[in-house]
């Protein structure tokens, strides 16, 4: 069954202390994988796309990467509007995207 | 910025009722989606739609769900008779194609099933 799990579930982060989030999947066939952002009362804002394993895209202090197992958010010396539950989703054959839960992340200033 | 706009931003209906949530898409996209967020859960798949057509839809969406698109601009989703496990957030999303495009997301409908 195709699945994408995200970890840690929160992460608390000082202003400026860099860190990463994980986004495992196991999805036949991966045609995507999309990170969005999504603030408290909104929709998920999208933020990047990664097609293939060794891909990278970066988007101020965001830098996402992806392996054929795994992708990474890297977060560079965050902020405190960086505060968000970011959230993963994986691309198979079809327009359908499979969300993992998401990580909630805090940066204290 | 273009974005994808939903009404009503909360609807509180009584179990059995029907309700319709509303939704303009991107002037320039083909597809659109509906996905819902349960509190505390994952978002949701549940259609997809291109050309006055269902594309894809998940088990979630049964008999009671349909979508339409009844004019150039807004696309529907009708619950025929709510239940309490149909509260949820509903998103409706599009894309300008399918494949790697992004899908972009409204703000959601909050829907209170009492």
């Known amino acids: 069954e195709d699945q994408v799990t995200q970890s840690p579930e929160a992460l608390r982060l000082q202003e400026g202390e860099s860190s990463s989030l994980n986004c495992s999947y196991t999805v036949s066939g991966l045609r995507g994988l999309f990170w969005y952002r999504q603030d408290p009362g909104k929709g998920p804002e999208f933020l990047f796309t990664?097609?293939?394993a060794g891909e990278e895209k970066e988007k101020e202090r965001l830098k996402a990467t992806l392996t054929k197992k795994e992708s990474f958010l890297h977060i560079t010396a965050p902020k405190p509007e960086d505060s968000a539950t970011y959230l993963c989703?994986?691309?198979?054959?079809?327009?359908?995207?499979?969300f993992g839960t998401g990580t909630l992340l805090a940066v204290q200033p | 910025e273009p974005e994808v706009t939903q009404t009503p931003s909360h609807q509180v209906t009584q179990m059995g009722q029907e309700v319709i949530l509303r939704c303009v898409p991107i002037?320039?996209?083909?597809?659109f989606y509906w996905y819902r967020q349960i509190l505390g859960q994952k978002v949701e798949f549940l259609v997809s739609?291109?050309?006055?057509?269902?594309?894809?839809k998940s088990e979630i969406f049964d008999d009671q769900f349909s979508v339409e698109r009844p004019d150039g601009s807004n696309f529907t989703l009708k619950i025929r008779s709510t239940k309490l496990e149909d509260s949820a957030m509903y998103f409706c999303?599009?894309?300008?194609?399918?494949?790697?495009?992004?899908?972009?997301f409204g703000d959601g409908t909050r829907l209170s099933i009492l």
């Open positions: 990664l097609y293939s």
């Open positions: 989703a994986a691309r198979r054959g079809t327009n359908k995207l499979i």
């Open positions: 999303a599009s894309s300008e194609a399918q494949g790697n495009q992004p899908q972009h």
């Open positions: 002037s320039n996209h083909l597809y």
């Open positions: 739609f291109y050309n006055n057509e269902i594309s894809e």
